[in-house]
């Protein structure tokens, strides 16, 4: 099977899996992800069916968003053998949907990513920076009912999987010290840094804007 036809099935199976979801993992997160990936691919040495496959699939079966992430899996595989991917790829782009996620990235015991699973993460952590960034956490604050903010509740300074999925204390502008403004440090490729800088400005420029006109500053 061609390349591109491989690709054009999996990104339809994509978008049946994620078109629906209103979160902020929507199609256009996914399809944001992959654009991004094509341009980071452009300055490494990576297999480009198995990063792009990667980046289509890598919230497919994630556990925030189905009750049986196993059975997703399953499915995954099972197409990805009828497209004529071998073992070795298949396995590939499983672990790297494994193991792409901000909360797995805080275990202790995280596995190294391939240079193709750093490659989509770069890529998936891009769209949660910048204007897009900005977006996606009020529309994900707002869908779980987050305070947009509360000068009295701190940033929390530890964040394990648990406290991180703890919302219950939890305000989008928090999100921000937490999680969006460490994001520019923990990139894996120099194509990917340089594009975050720029975005985290938008991020700071933003904050210092939201605080002035919260403190009623003329
Ligand atoms: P992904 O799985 O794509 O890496 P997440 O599921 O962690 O990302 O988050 C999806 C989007 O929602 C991101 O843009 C993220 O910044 C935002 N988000 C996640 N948790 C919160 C939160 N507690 N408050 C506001 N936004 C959040
Ligand atoms: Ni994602």
Do not use: C
């Amino acid at each position: 099977m061609r390349l591109d036809t491989q690709l054009k099935n999996i990104r339809s199976f994509s978008y049946k899996k994620m078109h629906l979801d209103k979160t902020g993992h929507g199609f256009d997160h996914i399809q944001r992800v992959v654009n991004m990936s094509e341009q980071l691919l452009k300055y490494e040495n990576a297999d480009n069916l198995v990063t792009l496959s990667a980046a289509y699939l890598h919230d497919v079966a994630d556990d925030k968003l189905s009750d049986d992430p196993a059975a997703l899996e399953e499915e995954m595989r099972t197409f990805l053998q009828k497209n004529s991917l071998t073992t070795a790829q298949i396995t590939k782009i499983i672990l790297i949907t494994q193991n792409l996620s901000f909360s797995k990235s805080l275990e202790s015991d995280r596995l190294e990513l391939s240079l193709e699973g750093k490659i989509v993460q770069d890529a998936d952590r891009l769209d949660a920076i910048g204007a897009i960034g900005i977006t996606r956490a009020i529309y994900y604050g707002g869908a779980h009912a987050e305070k947009i903010y509360d000068p009295a509740i701190l940033p929390r300074q530890t964040m394990t999987k648990k406290e991180y999925r703890d919302l219950s204390q939890e305000t989008i502008i928090n999100h921000f010290y937490e999680k969006l403004l460490k994001i520019k440090d923990m990139l894996n490729t120099e194509t990917a840094k340089r594009i975050a800088e720029s975005r985290q400005q938008v991020m700071l420029s933003f904050l210092d804007s939201f605080k002035r006109e919260w403190n009623a500053e003329k």
